[in-house]
C-alpha cells in the first residue's frame, strides 16, 4: 500500500488528530479500511459527505422539536410541525390535538379512581370445594350450668373457693370479699373440678356410621361460658405457640388416631395417615353426620350462665376457641335437634400478595404473627387483643382468654368493673377507645360455618325410639335432662368466595393504553420516539459540535503539513459549520 498517495495522506492525517469516527461517517459511500490498511477516500468525497449531513440535522430546540412534530406517529401532530401549511391550520391541528389529549387525560383519571375505589372483589369460585378437602367443623358445647351442686355445696362463705365461684357463676361479690386467687392454673384447676365433666355430659356419640367412645372425639376446653367439651379442634401443639397453659387437663390422645396439622390458608399435610384429627366429613346426610345424646343433669345445677337449662353448642374454625357465650346456639332439653351445616370458604387470589394491605382488606399468614396462637383467624388477634386491653387497664385478663405474658394475673371480684367496662366497649361497634375490630383484619383465607336448625320433643310413650341410650331412661328423665342432636352436611361441594384483584395493574395499563391508542394513537414506540427526541438525538448533535470543533483547531494549525489543496478543503469545512451546531452554540470564526 502506497501511503504518499495525496488522497491517504489526507485520511491519515484526520486518523493522526483523533479523527478515525470521523473517517467512518463522512467516507460512508467509500470502503475505508481493508486489511488494517486505509483505501482511497479523498477530499471530495470527504466534503461533500460533511455538507450533506450537516445540512440535515440543524438541531437547536426549535427545529428539534419541529422535527418531533413532523416524524412523530402521535396522531394529528405531524400537520402542527409541516412547515406547508398555514397557521390558522396548523393551529386547529394543535388546538384538536391538546382536546383530545384533555379526553384521554379525564377518562384515564376515571379508570385510576375506579382502580383505587374498588382494588378488590369478591367473586364465586368456579371451582367447587369438596366436604372431604376440608375438616368437619370443630364443635364446642357447653352445659349451662356453671357448676355442679353435688361438688361445690360444702364450700364455706368467705373462702377463696367460694370467691372463685362467684366469679364463675358471674355474680357480683360479697363487699368484703377480694380473696380471689390472682394464680392463673389454679382458677382454672378449680374449674375443671367443680364443673360437669365430658364424661357425664355425652352419652352416646356416633361419628359417620360408627358407635365411638365420646373420650375419643371430644376434649376438654376452658371458655368464656366455664369447662366445654370440644370435638374436631386441632391438637394443642398446633393451636398454641406454648401448650404448657393447659397441662392439668387430660391429655388427648385418642388411640390409633394421628394429630396432624392444618390451616385455612395451607390446608391439610400433603401425605394424610388412615386415621387422623381434625377429621373430615365421612359423607352427607344425618347418618354420616356426628350425633350425640347430651345429658345436662338438671338436679344438679348450681347456677346457669342463662334464664333456663340446657346446652349451648357452636359450629366454629378448628384452628380457633370460640366465643361461646356470644354467639352459641342454645340446644334445650326434652328435643332432639338437627343442624344442617353449610361450609363458608374464602380464599384469595396469589396475586392480592402484591397489594397493600389497606387496599386488600385481608391478612395472609405469613404477614401476621400472634403472639399465643398459631395460626392467624380474625378471632384469635381479637382474643389477644381483648386479652392485651384487659392488661394495660385491668392488669388483669379473664380466666378463659390468651395468657399473652407468663405473670398476668386472673381477673378477680375486685377487677369486675373493670373487665366489664373493657368488655363491652370492645364489642361496641361505635366505640372509638378500643379498635380490636380495625387491628384484627379479616384472613384472607377462611373457614366459618353457618347452620339451619329443626327441633322436636323427645317421647317414647306409646313408640319405639332409635336412640338405645335414650330407650334404657325413663320418660320424665329423658324430657327433663336429655338432648339428642346431629350435625352433618346435605351436600358433597360447594363453592368458595375468592377475593381477587378488580382492576390489577395489567388491566389499568391495557385500559390506558386503548384510551391513548383511540384518542392520540399512542404507543409505546411513542414513548421511543420521546426518548429519542429528547435524549439520544442531542447527544449526538453535540458529538458532532465537539467534532466540528476539532475541525477548526485542525485547519488554524499551520504545522499540518498538509498540502494546499487539503488545507483549502478543512478551511471550506470550518467556514460552512461556524453557524449552529447544538442547542444554542456556535462556532466562532
Known sequence: MVYDDPNISFVRTLYRYGFLHVVYVYCSHEKVIHGGAFLNCGPDVVKRNIEEHFDDAQPTFYENTSAFAKNSSLHGLRFVGDDRLSLYERGFFFVSFLIAVLFSCNFIYEVYMEWVATPVIIGINPDLT??????????TICNMNQALAGKVQNIKNGSTEFAMLRLLCGRKPPINSKNVTKDWLLFQKFIVDVAQPCSKML????????????????????????????????DTKFMYKNANMIDHFAAFNPPNITAVDWS????????????????????????MGLSLVLDAQVDEYYCSSTNGVGFKALLHNPAEIPDIANYGISLQVGHEVGVTITPDIADASYLLRNM???????????????????????????MECEAKLHRERCDC????MPHIEPNANVCGLSDMKCSDSVRYKTHKTSEELYQCSEECIPA??????????????????????SDKPIQSMSEQYAEDNIVAVHFYYTERAFRSHTKQQFVGFTEFLSDTGGLM????????????????????RPYFATQRYNASVKYKRLVSNRQTGLPPTYQANLQYVARRYKRTIGFGKTLSK
Not at 365411638?212 to 366445654?228: A, I, K, P, Q, Y
Not at 401425605?271 to 373430615?280: D, K, V
Not at 389497606?358 to 392467624?376: G, V
Not at 384472607?444 to 306409646?462: A, D, M, P, V, W
Open 130 to 139: 369438596y366436604i372431604n378437602e376440608i375438616p368437619f367443623p370443630a364443635i
Open 203 to 234: 352419652v352416646s356419640c356416633r361419628y359417620g356410621s360408627d358407635e365411638m367412645n365420646c373420650s375419643h372425639l371430644f376434649r376438654t376446653v376452658v371458655t368464656d361460658e366455664g369447662l366445654c367439651c370440644a370435638f374436631n379442634l386441632i
Open 264 to 287: 385455612p390458608e395451607e390446608g391439610y399435610e400433603p401425605n394424610l395417615p388412615p386415621n387422623f384429627y381434625p377429621r373430615s366429613a365421612a359423607g352427607v346426610g344425618k347418618s
Open 356 to 382: 397493600e394491605r389497606k387496599y386488600r382488606q385481608c391478612m395472609f399468614s405469613n404477614e401476621a404473627q400472634l403472639n399465643y396462637y398459631a395460626t392467624y383467624t380474625r378471632r384469635n388477634c381479637e
Open 397 to 400: 385478663v379473664q380466666y378463659y
Open 444 to 465: 384472607c383465607f377462611e373457614l366459618g360455618f353457618s347452620t339451619n336448625i329443626y327441633s322436636s320433643r323427645l317421647s317414647h310413650k306409646q313408640f319405639l325410639i
Open 517 to 536: 391508542g383511540l384518542f392520540l394513537g399512542f404507543s409505546v414506540l411513542s414513548i421511543v420516539e420521546i426518548i429519542y427526541y429528547i435524549l439520544i
